[in-house]
């Protein structure tokens, strides 16, 4: 279903100290899908966590693991991710150098596959792998950390996908600087699927955090 609004709390903002009590908390609190920003320190600037951290968080939640892989080259790695236990894998049409290929692998290991666009790359980008998408993942910052304010030029390249997946059912997901205030700008252009870090994370109130975040969108898509 492509309807439904689906919140994705990343474990990015969350303390590192107690990951398992993170993910348990943000699942009791309403996450729809966990959000597991994997960084490598060579595609992006920052390094975070790997497979086994993964396979470690997986008895904590029963809900879909979404996991952002920001690695380059990425096709050695999804096996090792599949196997730990996501459920979505998005690689980055930067990543390289064989997206089409990236996205067979995925599928293969049976798994929902998506592609991530950072904020300079056209939605040009997935015209010939739609066939193979679940999912597209905006990213609304540059890639790499959290806390970082929404770019708002990523609306038009919102629009733009909205209009060119059509009907088929692909879900559009946003990320980075999603809050209550960003998530009905990107709803009324067509995403669906609201990643937030700081903003769920910012305190201790988990479940209002993420209703805000929620109520906001709905009331967008209402509206549109
Ligand atoms: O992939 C990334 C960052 O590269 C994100 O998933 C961030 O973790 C989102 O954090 P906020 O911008 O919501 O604080
Ligand atoms: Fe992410």
């Not at 975070?48 to 396979?55: A, H, L, N, Q, R």
């Not at 692998?105 to 193979?132: F, H, M, N, Q, W």
């Not at 905006?138 to 009907?167: C, D, W, Y």
Request: proline share 6%; aromatic share 4%; with cysteine.
């Amino acid at each position: 279903m492509t309807h439904e609004i689906i919140i994705a709390p990343s474990i990015l903002s969350s303390d590192f100290a107690k990951l398992g009590e993170e993910v348990r908390a943000v699942d009791t609190a309403g996450a729809d899908w966990i959000h597991v920003d994997v960084m490598d320190g060579h595609f992006v600037p920052n390094i975070t966590i790997g497979p086994d951290v993964v396979k470690a968080l997986r008895p904590h939640s029963k809900k879909p693991f979404d996991v952002h892989l920001m690695i380059a080259p990425c096709d050695a790695y999804l096996g090792a991710f599949a196997e730990a236990g996501a459920d979505m894998i998005t690689v980055h049409a930067e990543a390289g150098p064989h997206l089409d290929r990236s996205l067979q692998i995925i599928k293969g290991l049976g798994k929902r596959a998506g592609v991530s666009l950072t904020p300079s790359t056209p939605e040009t980008a997935l015209e010939y792998v739609l066939d193979k998408l679940d999912h597209v993942l905006v990213m609304t910052v540059n890639p790499g950390f959290g806390g970082q304010t929404f770019i708002p030029a990523q609306l038009h390249k919102i629009r733009a996908i909205r209009e060119m997946i059509g009907s088929r059912p692909i879900r559009i997901e946003v990320d980075g600087g999603i809050n209550a205030d960003t998530a009905p700008l990107v709803v009324e252009a067509g995403a669906n699927t609201l990643v937030a870090g700081s903003a769920v994370f910012k305190d201790r109130e988990y479940a209002g955090n993420i209703e805000a975040i929620r109520a906001a969108a709905l009331r967008a898509r209402a509206a549109a």
